[in-house]
């Protein structure tokens, strides 16, 4: 019986691809998860055995053979497998693309998935003297030969000690058939556990926390670790962690941004004598294999990483943990559209362990989790060390005159807070210098030529940038429209950065938003600045409201609290709610007392009532029954077809016929909304829309897709078009 050999390979096609054994490897040495060499069109790629068959729907004789087995053993256990053909199915993904995106890139292109190490011997022909013998003369090469003979093998430290030019003496002796090099695995180090050094003493609810935690190992326990900044929801990871390195498994810590990986990897390094395995996107194919194997052989205890890091191999997992669960960031917005931390519940339940949420500000998918007793809630309410939550104050910007969009009052508390020798934060979540460049005269705006937006102002290089394709202009001097002046209208960061430094010219100031810390090793050495208290003066952007300890702030500025208050977005609010109550929690975090002022033209708004009375629990319980009412997430679920083209009838077209074909289906229970054209329909210089699917559970959605998403693919306008489904998006856009 022939032995089909089906395999994901790294293409955007939603299927598998049937193969024959390759060449003299015995069918019993193959196992799911593999990778080995197979013909794709007139390639040679890598691919993943996903399953063995006994049949193949393609006739025997068109059907290819794999050309080599690459691993021994799977470079994707079962239970990852398992999970991420999951996921392909679940977010309607190519599964050859998904599993691409679990493994380093260095494996997709064939690289060995175990550390292996250079050794050189004696070849069979050296040993039975049949070559002919070296020259008396080669002193060297004789020296090589005469180590080999004694020790069978030498790697490249022993080589070294006989001559700095062993390298060439090999490849001498390799050439004339004396030597025969070999790649050897390292066995791997011995796991020792070793206790972690002593941090605080936990806090009566930490303690709770803590023992909850505990007392699910071994079995699938989610939990919600919902604490107010400042309440020590780290120490209670690391202490959860603790216990599960000390019964030698391993914990997985997701956090969202690359920015928070440093300090939470120097905050284990100093509480656990472990190795780390950390993952995140700027890593070098080197780096990120290395980590990658130090998971996966169970070297490094503790694996810190983003997104992508819900991916990494676990020789023995214990404890998922997910910090600041409710970040975007966790949502993967292309190709593979999956969200990190629902996956995390996924593996976790897989793996039969307990996975921790945490966060200040928990999405209302997690809040309502908890109250309907899918997870449990673990409460943080109160600040360690006695610090007070900070005093929230409005400023109503109709009443106090602003300069450069700082009001009076604002300038006069932050020079109250640095004379007491305080830190201040501004947060301004829009970079550049300003958001348009602006003719007064004939009321021209500088617009993007391939998007539907305005071209935002960068004085510090002289450039219009657009936010949204990427597309740079050098400013105008004049207006090209009528020849007048023009001026940049609006903040942006690096325009509040220029105000501060004339209103405060004696202050050390930094400016932190994707700008300003662009180049490697740059956010790390603003945030030590900032922390050893160089810097007095701080403003960036969202990346300051991610979970960064500034001990010395006492006072935090939100400059425009508006720009969330009137989205088009169904979560417009919820992530304004989160970014307002995040970097407000900067304030106040030591002894000393913290100060928020909130600068709004709406003071009166119900939102931002409701966080000055009740924090973000009140807004929370507002909006859980704002969406119940509306049945949108987590009250519902949703799926969005989106496409574009560079012709504005082409997208509509498509989803047009798409909508007839999803009816045609008829699947009770998912309603179809649209087509619509995106909120910004041009973008990158091609129109978009899209196609709304809303069901009032999980199942009929999913049973639509299955039989929807295959016959879409057969559209004829569907090869006009570029099209992607999103299931559970973040934003509808």
Known sequence: MTTVLRMAVDVPLRRLFDYRCPSGVDAARLQPGQRLWVPFGRQRVAAVLVELASSSAIPEAKL??????????????????????????????????????????????????????????????????????????????????????????????????????????????????????LQVTPPAAPRVAVAASAGPEPTPEQRDAIAAIAAAAGRYAPFLLHGVTGSGKTEVYLRAIDAVVQRGQQALVLVPEISLTPQLVARFAARFAVPLAVLHSSLTDVERLRAWRAARSGEAPVVIGT????????????????????????????????????????????????????????????????????????????????????????????????????????????????????????????????????????????PCPRCDARLTVHRRDGRLHCHHCGTEQRIPELCPTCGDATKPVGQ???????????????????????????????????????????????????????????????????????????????????????????????????????????????????????????????????????????????????????????????????????????IALAVRGVEILGPATAPMERRAGLHRAQLLLHASSHSPLQRLLARWIPAVEELPEARKVRWSIDVDPLELF
């Open 64 to 181: 290819r053979s794999a050309t080599a087995l690459i691993d021994e053993t799977p470079v994707l256990d079962p239970s990852l497998l398992e999970l991420l053909l999951w996921s392909a199915e679940y977010y309607r993904h190519p599964p050859g693309e998904v599993l691409s995106a679990a493994l380093p890139g260095a494996l997709r292109t064939g690289a060995a998935a175990l550390e292996t190490a250079e050794h050189w011997t004696l070849s069979a022909a050296a040993r039975t003297g049949e070559l002919p013998p070296l020259s008396p003369r080669a002193h060297k090469l004789r020296e090589l030969v005469e180590l080999l003979q004694r020790q069978d093998a030498a790697d490249e430290a022993a080589l070294g000690a006989l001559s700095s030019r062993w390298r060439d003496h090999v490849r001498e002796l390799e050439k004339r058939g004396w030597v025969r090099r």
């Open 307 to 446: 997104r992508s890091a819900i991916f990494a191999p676990l020789a023995n997992a214990g404890l998922i943990v997910v910090d600041e669960e409710h970040d975007a960031s966790y949502k993967q917005q292309e190709g593979f559209r999956y969200s990190a931390r629902d996956l995390a519940l996924a593996r976790a339940q897989r793996l039969s362990i307990p996975v921790v949420l945490g966060s200040a500000t928990p999405s209302l998918e997690s809040l309502e989790r908890a109250q309907s007793g899918r997870a449990t809630l673990l409460s943080l309410p109160g600040r360690t060390g006695g610090a007070k939550p900070p005093a929230i104050h409005l400023i109503d910007l109709r009443r106090h005159a602003a300069t450069q969009g700082i009001a009076t009052p604002t300038v006069l508390t932050i020079k109250r807070h640095l004379d007491a020798g305080g830190q201040v934060l501004l947060y301004l979540n829009r970079r550049g210098y300003a958001p348009t460049l602006f003719c007064p005269s004939c009321g021209w705006a500088a």
């Open 492 to 662: 942006g960061t690096e325009r509040i950065e220029e105000t501060l430094a004339s209103l405060f010219p004696d202050v050390a100031l930094e400016r932190i938003d994707r700008d300003a810390v662009r180049k490697r090793g740059a956010l790390e050495a603003a945030l030590d600045r900032v922390t050893s208290g160089e810097v007095r003066l701080l403003v960036g952007t969202q990346m300051l409201t991610k979970g960064h300890h500034f001990p010395d702030v006492s006072l935090v500025v939100v400059l425009n609290a508006d720009q969330g208050l009137f989205g088009t977005d169904f979560r417009a609010s919820e992530r304004l709610a989160q970014s307002i109550v995040q970097v407000a929690g900067r304030a106040g975090r030591a002894e000393r007392p913290g100060e928020v002022l909130i600068q709004t033209e709406y003071p009166e708004h119900p939102l931002l009532a409701q966080l000055i009375s009740g924090g973000y629990d009140a807004f929370a319980a507002a909006a859980l029954e704002e969406r119940r009412s509306a049945s949108w997430p987590p009250f519902a679920r949703v799926a969005v077809l989106r496409a574009e083209a560079a012709r504005s009838d082409v997208p509509m077209e498509f989803l047009e016929r798409a909508r007839e074909t999803a």
